[in-house]
């Protein structure tokens, strides 16, 4: 098997205090997720509905379960009854579903809203009109069972550092305005999420709070 604690304790050692890992487990085994949660962790991230469900079913429970993948609105049901965080919002009506499917569960659900500033057509995410758009429509003001904690983005994948790292600058620009102008009075609101494996000690540079590390980890994935 990969040296899946060996991987982690180094990743751990490149992280500045204050940064926080999820460890990206889509597509690996039970065993691989088994050996990281025995070195500590405890935060996963999942990006599939079906494949998260069988993990949180057969792995212990104090397991902190991010969904990171675009998530449709009809499988928001599945996930919301354990879920700790969503982090690739990108739509009011997603994040409307969140409440309502939360309130049903009698909880609250922790997201981030997904930023697409990287090149790639494919990628999802708001513009930053979408962004700002969103936020002064003040719907998510009446939510009580949705909790938005930051913003979350992948940068492009590239080579070109330079590129990725204004990428990720251009989102702390925004996380920092966003927390002026709408979240100035709430902690909770303090979440950037960006660094993947090959990119996190430059997103951590540029004020990363979470990376999202599957590769460096847990090696390729088998899909
Ligand atoms: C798969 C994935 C990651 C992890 O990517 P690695 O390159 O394996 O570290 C991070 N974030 C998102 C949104 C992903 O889908």
Not at 30 to 48: P, T, V
Not at 196 to 207: K, P, R, T
Not at 217 to 223: K, M, N, T
Request: aromatic content about 10%; proline content about 2%; glycine content about 6%.
């Amino acid at each position: 098997m990969y040296d899946v604690k060996g991987n982690l304790k180094e990743v751990l050692a490149n992280l500045p205090q204050g940064v926080r890992l999820v460890a990206i487990s889509k597509y690996h085994p039970n065993e691989y997720i088994e050996a990281a949660y025995e070195e500590g962790q405890r935060i996963f991230g999942e990006s599939h509905e079906q494949e998260l469900r069988q993990k949180h079913e057969a792995l212990p429970k104090d397991i902190r379960w991010h969904f990171i993948g675009h998530l449709q609105t009809n499988k928001v049901k599945y996930i919301a009854p354990y879920v700790t965080m969503i982090e690739a919002v990108d739509s009011l009506k997603l994040l409307q579903e969140i409440e309502k499917q939360a309130a049903k569960n009698n909880r609250v659900i922790d997201v981030l809203l997904e930023l697409h500033i990287a090149e790639e057509e494919t990628k999802y995410g708001l513009s930053d009109h979408a962004l700002y758009e969103l936020l002064d429509g003040g719907e998510w003001r009446e939510m009580v069972h949705v909790r938005i904690c930051g913003l979350m983005m992948m940068a492009s994948y590239v080579d070109d550092e330079q590129q990725i790292r204004s990428e990720f600058r251009h989102a702390k620009k925004l996380f920092d305005d966003v927390k002026v102008r709408y979240f100035a009075d709430a902690e909770y609101f303090c979440e950037r999420s960006w660094g993947m494996s090959h990119d996190y000690l430059i997103a951590v540079e540029e004020g990363s709070t979470m990376v999202r590390i599957g590769t460096t980890i847990f090696g390729p994935r088998v899909y």
